[in-house]
């Protein structure tokens, strides 16, 4: 560093302390200096012009000490001072050599000589009008202060002020007076006058050795060169500038020559200027239009000539430059530069200039470019006020716009024409062609910047031409705007081809300044082809889609016209962002699709949704198809709190299966619709269960979450519905019964419901023993539970309709096999009023327990007698308690207690006791073993004999007829011992009949078979006062409703009598023969003989006289025979008149039947 620029350094830190101070000084001495020339100026003038020059030592002190204080030194030193006429020129020149300043350190400033040459007027008492300065050495400062005054002053930038300038620029400030824009008057307008007189005739200014500073307080620039030669001169109107020297440039020197011709309006211009090896970065200014510079830290070699005329414009210009490696900042980063080369010459018949070469290489861009640019060569036009055309061609381009985007921005050739109006500020592409290799974009533009050069207008149209795939528009979109949208693009969209793009935007200052553009004045629209959307991170990806989208201003929306997602077809679709700006606002995804129930289940169990798992189901076991509309709304963010997204899915299904019902019996068939948000979920529509077809109504609450939901399910069943579900009733109904169930579950199975069943408008009958007519009412209510692992009940079960009530529960197993059954009403007019109560046992056996009014078993009674056949299947155990049971309409049980047991193949034991016609009735059918039942113990006791069968009946004769339609008898005591076949064999009961103490009284068929034997006074007591019997035994066996009687005996003191053969019970038919004994007392002696007896009386029960009879034919026209020989006949030979007939008893059991005829014996 010199020691100019050291002391320059230094007096920065004092100038502002001493300045005011100087400047008084320097004031008052230029005023004492005016009076002593005024004074002295006649005798001076003629002094000068008698000799060559005058010694003006007398005057160095004065001098000396003005120099000092100007400079800002302790003392300065003029080593001489003279001053001459120049007759050439009618000037005086003043002359100071070897002028040194010294500072409180020593030597800073030398300046070697200066000389200058003022003109005087004619009016000698006006100020001299300096014309000619020479300076040798020393600094010169040309300023720029921030009101644009150009100013030249001898001195560094601290100190050129203390001296009056030697040259400035016309403006409202004034050397030493400041009007602050003002317009000035009266003296100080003339002395603006006097000053611009003296600024505009300075003939000529030579500099040698120099230091040369360039201060511009506007825009902050700050330059320093060293070793300054040059010559400024202005004649004839005309001013030229010959300077060389050396740029300050950090630690190094760079030369420069700089040459220039031109006039004082700037009119015509010739210059020419070579710099080499400047760093921009070195010398740029703190602000303003030079800051710029700094962004470039490498060495640049400038070779510029320029030449303009007045009145033909530009006429020559020529610009080479070249810079070196070094750095180059983008953004807040310098990165490596490698080097720039620029050509450019002006095309002098076309008036243009032509960019010959443009080749910049560095990590942040690369370019290689050359183009034209035209109205440079216009008469009337300037850079200032004239569009300047251009029309470049791209060989190639790269930037790196750093982290902003993901990647350099490349450009293949490409093309770019419009132009720059300096004046307006105004900037337009006409046309512009950007190969980005993969597509070409073509666009047109404009943008238009205010006084203070702020953007308020930017106007682009554009179109691709090619394909854009998902990775190219995230390349190409800043990594900070609509970061959201960027975001989820990234993210969302995986692969896909965009393509038909156009472009149109038109921004205002509003637009520009607030950041959020108007959707009237932007506009970007594309189609796409293939696209595969990841709309949800974690849902599955929308595929094949094809569409359109359109960018309106701050709102996106793209409209999808089919794909795919997963196994579901989506047939459209949208996608809109109300708002991109500011981030954070909610866009939507409107889907429409169709495909399988499973699928779509499947996909809506995906996060967020999550919806099969809180329903507990399982997607697969589902059927059916359908369209759906899936409307989903979240935040454009990143990361959004999950209660922000809400969605909305509505559709409408068919052939849908559920696998879920009553019981075995699933949904299937239906057509269904859906309604889902975020708090709710609909299902309802037409669906069967089984076969049945009903109506389906399912809501669940999903926000606050619910554990069930709520369902309703409605129809009408039929015969054949009833069918469906396995429950066999056709024979006991027709109709229709209307169906509501109505209840709640924790996903989509029946859990919990209430059934309501309206049968007015069905037939419904349980055979002979109810009948309800369609039109009367009937109704059956009930609340059904049930869980899949523990089973299901039936509760609160009502059945009413005329004459019958039923009321109670039942539960059953997870397989649908019963636990409980408990009846506590049971009403049926006529049938029962009792209560039953169910269960089954370990090993499947049903227990049931019925006690109460009334139970009316006469139906199975009848049948009893008719068939031995059992429509009982399954192994039940039955007691009962009731005070009215009744075996036939006419024949009632009071305070009756019953058993039953039945193995499911055949009855193992039954036993029936009660109070009837004022003795105990007994009906017994014993087994091997029976379980055990609380409280029955006693009723069962004894049972334990295989097999035998035991009834007792008090009064014969009303048994006879309810159950035989036999009224011909009275009294009695009927005792029957029997057996049921063994397991597996064919028959129904066989055994012995005992009757005791009993008179037959209107016997038709008897009293004629009386009066055939001619025993006409027996027939006459019969049909009076009636015959008495002691006993009547027999051997009889039911099989299908025919009474089979053997060995049947009976006697009493007028008659003895035997018989076999069969009753039709059901027919009512007899098929009977057998012996009549008159005197049965006297008759009967011999044959208690042995052997003797047997061969004249016969088989017991039989005597010496006796008639054979048969009696065949319906009970009503029986036909009677009687074979008088037979009377006549010893017994053994009477066997010859009987007919044969098959025997009751079975071979294996004769020592049962012989055991219990001993007994009755």
């Known amino acids: 560093m010199t020691q100019i620029e050291e002391k320059s350094k230094a007096d920065k830190g004092v100038f502002v302390k001493t300045w005011s101070g100087r400047v008084g000084h320097v004031l008052m001495e230029v005023s004492s200096l005016g009076l002593s020339l005024i004074l002295v100026w006649l005798a001076i003038l003629t002094l000068l012009m008698n000799r060559s020059s005058v010694d003006l030592n007398m005057a160095k002190p004065y001098y000396e000490q003005w120099f000092a204080k100007a400079f800002s030194g302790k003392t300065a030193d003029i080593e001489h001072y003279t001053a001459r006429w120049v007759e050439d020129n009618h000037t005086i020149e003043l002359r100071a050599d070897n002028i040194k300043i010294v500072g409180d350190d020593g030597v800073f400033q030398n300046i070697g000589e200066i000389r200058a040459e003022f003109a005087l007027s004619e009016n000698l008492l006006a100020k001299p009008t300096l014309k000619r300065i020479y300076v040798d050495g020393g600094a010169i400062t040309l300023a720029r202060d921030v009101n644009g005054r150009f100013q030249i002053g001898l001195g560094t930038p601290a100190t050129h002020q203390h001296v009056a300038a030697l040259w400035h620029s016309s403006g409202n400030q004034t050397t030493g007076k400041q009007t602050t824009g003002k317009q000035a008057t009266g003296k100080q307008a003339g002395d603006n006058q006097a000053e611009n007189a003296t600024a505009n005739m300075l003939d000529r200014v030579v500099v040698a050795n120099a230091h040369v500073y360039v201060q511009d307080d506007l825009d902050g620039l700050a330059l320093s060169f060293e070793d300054v030669s040059g010559v400024y001169g202005f ?98 980063t310098y990165k490596p530069f490698t080097h720039a080369r620029v050509r450019m010459s002006y095309d002098v018949p076309n008036q243009s200039i032509t960019l010959n070469a443009l080749d910049i290489a560095s990590e942040a861009i690369n370019v290689v470019a050359d183009g034209v640019f035209e109205n440079v060569g216009d008469v009337n036009a300037s850079f200032s006020n004239t569009p300047l055309a251009f029309d470049l061609n791209i060989d190639r381009l790269r930037i790196n716009p750093g982290v902003r985007f993901s990647g350099p921005i490349t450009l293949s050739p490409s093309e770019i024409k419009g132009a720059y109006n300096f004046k307006d500020k105004t900037f337009v592409l006409e046309k512009g062609r950007f190969d980005f290799g993969d597509f070409t974009v073509n666009a047109n533009a404009s943008t238009q910047r205010n006084e203070n050069g702020d953007l308020v207008e930017i106007h682009i149209e554009a179109n691709v031409e090619g394909i854009i795939e998902p990775s190219h528009v995230l390349h190409y979109w800043p990594r900070d705007f609509v970061l959201g949208a960027r975001n989820w693009f990234k993210r969302s969209a995986v692969a896909g081809e965009f ?49 359109f989208g359109i960018l309106h201003g701050n709102s996106f929306e793209y409209h999808m016209k089919g794909g795919k997602v997963a196994g579901l077809t989506m047939s459209k679709g949208t996608v809109l962002i109300p708002q991109l700006n500011p981030k954070g606002s909610d866009f939507t995804i409107d889907l429409y699709g169709n495909g399988q129930v499973k699928e779509m289940l499947r996909i809506s169990d995906l996060e967020p949704f999550s919806f099969a798992k809180q329903q507990g189901i399982n997607p697969a076991d589902f059927g059916g198809n359908g369209a759906i509309h899936l409307k989903i709304t979240r935040p454009l963010l990143e990361n959004y709190p ?243 049971m009744s075996l036939d309409e006419n024949y009632h049980l009071m305070d009756a207690r019953a058993l039953f047991s039945h193995t499911g193949e055949k009855v193992d034991r039954a036993k029936l006791t009660g109070l009837v016609d004022g003795g105990n009735f007994l009906a017994e059918i014993s087994g091997q073993s029976r ?231």
């Open 642 to 884: 999950q209660e922000r997204v809400s969605f909305a899915l509505d559709g409408d299904f068919t052939d849908v299966e559920i696998p879920s019902g009553i019981g075995r019996f699933t949904f299937n068939g239906g057509n269904l619709s859906i309604d889902l948000d975020k708090k709710r979920a609909v299902v309802k529509g037409p669906i069967k269960i089984g076969k049945w077809q009903s109506e389906l109504f399912w809501q669940k609450q999903l926000e606050p979450q619910s554990s069930y939901a709520v369902y309703t399910i409605t129809g009408t069943l039929n015969r054949d519905d009833l069918d469906g579900f396995g429950i066999g009733l056709r024979r006991h109904f027709g109709g229709e019964i209307d169906v509501r169930i109505e209840g709640v579950d924790s996903g989509i199975g029946l859990q919990a419901a209430e059934l309501v069943a309206d049968f007015t408008n069905a037939d419904v009958n349980l055979g002979d023993l109810w009948h309800k007519p369609a039109g009367e009412f009937g109704s059956l209510t009930g609340l059904i539970t049930f869980n899949e692992q523990v089973g299901g009940r039936f509760d609160n079960v009502i059945i009413k309709a005329p004459d019958l009530a039923l009321a109670g529960s039942v539960s059953l197993a997870a397989n649908y096999k019963l636990l409980k059954l408990d009846l506590t009403q049971a009403y049926i007019k006529g049938f029962i009023d009792a209560s039953l109560e169910g269960k089954p046992t370990a090993d499947g056996v049903l227990n049931l327990n019925m006690a109460g009014e009334y139970f009316n078993i006469s139906s199975w009674v009848d049948k009893a007698f008719q068939t031995q056949s059992s429509a009982i299947s399954a192994p039940m155990f039955l007691t009962a308690s009731l005070k009215k």
């Open 499 to 547: 393509s038909a793009v156009d472009f149109v935007m038109n921004l205002n200052a509003n637009d520009i300044a607030t950041g959020v553009i108007a959707n009237d004045h932007f506009t970007l629209s594309f189609e796409t082809k293939n696209v595969e959307l990841q709309y949800i991170s974690t849902m599955p990806l929308l595929f094949e889609d094809n569409g």
């Open 235 to 332: 004649e004839n109107g005309k001013i030229s500038v010959k300077s060389d020297g050396k740029l300050v440039s950090g630690l190094r020197r760079v030369p420069y020559v700089l040459k220039l011709q031109t006039v004082p309006d700037l009119s015509s211009i010739f210059t020419t200027l070579k710099i080499e090896g400047v760093n921009p970065a070195e010398i740029a200014s703190e602000r303003g239009r030079f800051a710029k510079l700094s962004n470039l830290n490498a060495p640049v070699t400038l070779d510029v000539a320029l030449k303009t005329v007045a009145g033909t414009g530009l006429e020559d210009l020529q610009i080479r430059i070249d810079v070196g490696e070094g750095h180059l900042k983008t953004g807040t």
């Open 931 to 1161: 379980p055990k039942v609380d409280g029955i113990d006693e009723m069962v006791g004894g049972l334990d004999t295989a097999g035998n069968v035991h009834v007792k009946i008090p009064n014969a004769a009303r048994a006879a007829k309810v159950f035989l339609g036999i009224n011909s008898i009275r009294g009695g005591v009927l005792e029957i011992n029997g057996y049921l076949p063994p397991d597996g064999s064919e028959g129904g009961v066989r055994g012995f009949v005992s009757l005791k103490d009993f008179t037959l009284v209107r016997a038709p068929a008897f009293a004629q078979i009386l009066s055939l034997a001619s025993l006409q006074g027996l027939a006459g007591t019969l049909s009076g006062t009636g015959m008495k019997f002691s006993t009547l035994d027999m051997d009889f066996a039911i099989d299908d409703g025919v009474l089979k009687i053997r060995d049947g005996r009976a006697s009493g003191a007028a008659l003895g009598l035997t018989g076999e053969g069969d009753i039709g019970i059901a027919n009512k038919t007899l098929d009977f023969n057998g012996v009549l004994v008159p005197a049965y007392a006297v008759n009967s002696i011999l044959g208690d003989i042995p052997l003797l007896g047997d061969i004249i009386v016969g088989k017991k029960g039989e005597g010496m006289f006796a008639l054979n009879y048969a009696v065949k034919g319906p009970f009503a026209k029986t036909r009677v025979s009687v074979n008088p020989l037979s009377a006549l006949t010893p017994g053994f030979l009477r066997r010859i008149f009987d007919v044969k007939r098959d025997k009751v008893t079975d071979p294996k059991i004769n020592d049962l039947i012989k055991e219990q005829r001993k007994k009755k014996e």
